[in-house]
């Protein structure tokens, strides 16, 4: 039994860095954004003559990086969110959710889903969590 605390509040230590190093991440889109952005207002038309950019195409590499930083900050507050319900020993469900998202996130993310699967299945720890609730 205090194996699996033990191996649970690792976890969350882990989930933690991951989620740390999954928003930093997020930020590369910034210079999509600022492309877009200079499309759209026109700043990258510097020669005489030449037609404007399109703002469709502006508004496109806006619009790529807008997304690709919300859903990597949305990922990385479900990361933080799942190590602390691991250390809280609760909402076992989306703890397993997230841990096969992190998958997805190579590599640490699949070594940090793979090793939270595996513990998470354990019948032990099913019973901490089941404790919790009570």
Known sequence: MNQDVEQLRLLAIFHYIVAVVSALLSFFPIIYLAIGIAAVTGHLNNRPGEEPMSALFGWFFIAFAACW?????AFAICLLLAGRFLVRRRHYLFCLVMACMACMFMPFGTV?????????IRPSVKELFGQAHA
Do not use: A, P
């Open 69 to 73: 930083m919300i859903l990597g900050f």
């Open 112 to 120: 940090l889903g793979v090793f939270t699967i595996i513990v998470l």
